[in-house]
């Protein structure tokens, strides 16, 4: 069985109403990442859970 979360936004998007942010969600625990301005069939990104704490260590260092 798969489990597929919601997305979610960063805090930092400050609630924007047109939902221009980028949306992150875990699937069956792998994380997705995706750009909310675009259409419902926008691209998802699938990452190892590595890559994706990754990221967010290179966005705390330099966001």
């Known amino acids: 069985m798969s489990t597929t ?9 400050g609630g924007n109403q047109n939902n221009s942010c ?8 792998a994380p997705q990442v995706s750009d ?3 259409p ?3 691209p998802i ?4 859970s ?3 704490t990754g ?3 290179w966005v705390k260092d330099h966001g």
């Open 22 to 29: 980028v949306e992150v969600r875990l699937s069956d625990g």
């Open 45 to 48: 990104v699938t990452v190892s």
């Open 36 to 38: 909310s301005k675009l």
């Open 50 to 52: 590595a890559t994706y």
């Open 5 to 13: 979360g919601p997305w979610r936004k960063s805090s930092r998007s």
């Open 40 to 42: 419902e069939d926008r």
């Open 55 to 57: 990221l967010l260590a």
